[in-house]
């Protein structure tokens, strides 16, 4: 416990998540792949309408913009973003503004978490791709709009994927060794979906600090593994200058192979694997995060990647809302599972 010690206090956190989350093992599944007994960390239960994993990380930024005085937080995503839906939310409960850049046209209905959107109250304005390109520019440009009000302001990140941000797994850590014990096993892997990774680089941290067992490894959904790995590294090193942690170099492990089509859009083998989990164990995924990653992880098992492990565990990061509007790509109860 060296490193903990050189960490400076704990930041200030709110209490937005239902903590802790259950830990549960998907046993038919594992029959049925004659694999590894496979356990789902069930942070899709963190909250209802907060669901997921960017509540864990939002309780800390939150917490920061409070502190701040900050009258409207700003932040950004795609236009199903399960971030930007979380921080409404948050923003909301907190009874302060919320002004989301979102990168896309303004679709024709609403949907999704895009609905959520609405009814939390959120500001929504719209980015192309090539002006969600220089992100900066557009935070700048929307802070400025509040403060020639006279508003004060408050920018979060994608994915509020930032040093502080990484806290809320980084604390995750120490309930994922808590579970680790009630159940008495050993986990030999810990597999998450990577979006933006602060959910992987406060898990990466937190294992360090707190010894906890298994190999961690992301499934990117969107960009490549150089790209996370260089992000993440950051983040870790970013969090350490700002804590006064001096940790040395941590492997960061992306499997790549996943991405499909691209980012916000997955291809017939994850709807196939959603539908099959759902119907097997009664387990939802989402075509954007967990259904890539899951579908990454159970194909691991069938090519015997993992036939030497007993026990491993899947993070399930939430994204249920960001289901819906992909409903024509579900072929309705006959379809077949893989």
Not at 31 to 41: A, E
Not at 105 to 110: C, E, F, H, K, N
Not at 246 to 269: D, S, T
């Amino acid at each position: 416990m060296k490193q903990k010690q050189q960490i400076m206090k704990t930041p200030e956190k709110l209490t937005l998540a239902r903590l802790p989350t259950p830990l549960e093992p998907l046993d038919r599944l594992s029959n049925k792949l004659r694999g590894p007994r496979i356990w789902v960390k069930r942070d899709d239960l963190t909250e209802s309408t907060g669901s997921g994993n960017k509540i864990r990380k939002l309780e800390y930024v939150m917490a920061d913009a409070l502190r701040t005085g900050a009258s409207v937080v700003i932040t950004s995503g795609g236009i199903q973003s399960n971030h930007c839906r979380a921080t409404a939310f948050a923003a909301a409960k907190l009874g302060i503004s919320c002004h989301l850049i979102l990168r896309g046209r303004p679709p024709a209905s609403l949907d999704g978490n895009l609905l959520l959107d609405r009814l939390l109250g959120a500001t929504i304005s719209y980015a192309t791709a090539a002006e969600f390109a220089d992100l900066d520019s557009l935070y700048k440009r929307t802070e400025k709009l509040y403060s020639d009000q006279g508003i004060s302001t408050y920018s979060i990140p994608i994915g509020a994927s930032n040093a502080l941000g990484m806290w809320g797994y980084i604390n995750a850590a120490v309930e994922l060794k808590a579970d680790f014990l009630s159940h008495n096993i050993q986990p030999d892997h810990i597999f998450s979906a990577t979006g933006s990774g602060g959910t992987l680089a406060g898990l990466i941290v937190g294992q360090q600090l707190f010894q906890l067992p298994g190999k961690i490894a992301g499934f990117n959904v969107a960009d490549d593994g150089e790209f996370f790995r260089t992000k993440i590294a950051a983040d870790i090193d970013n969090w350490g200058r700002q804590f006064g942690a001096n940790l040395p170099a941590l492997p960061i492990k992306i499997i790549e192979g996943y991405v499909g089509p691209g980012y916000g859009r997955a291809g017939p083998e994850v709807f196939s694997c959603i539908d099959l989990v759902a119907k097997l164990e009664g387990l939802i995924l989402d075509p954007v995060y967990t259904g890539k990653a899951f579908h990454g992880m159970l194909e691991s098992i069938r090519r015997g990647q993992l036939k030497n492990s007993s026990d491993i565990v899947f993070l399930h990061t939430g994204g249920i809302f960001g289901l819906f509007p992909h409903r024509a790509s579900f072929t309705g109860p006959d379809s077949p599972p893989v």
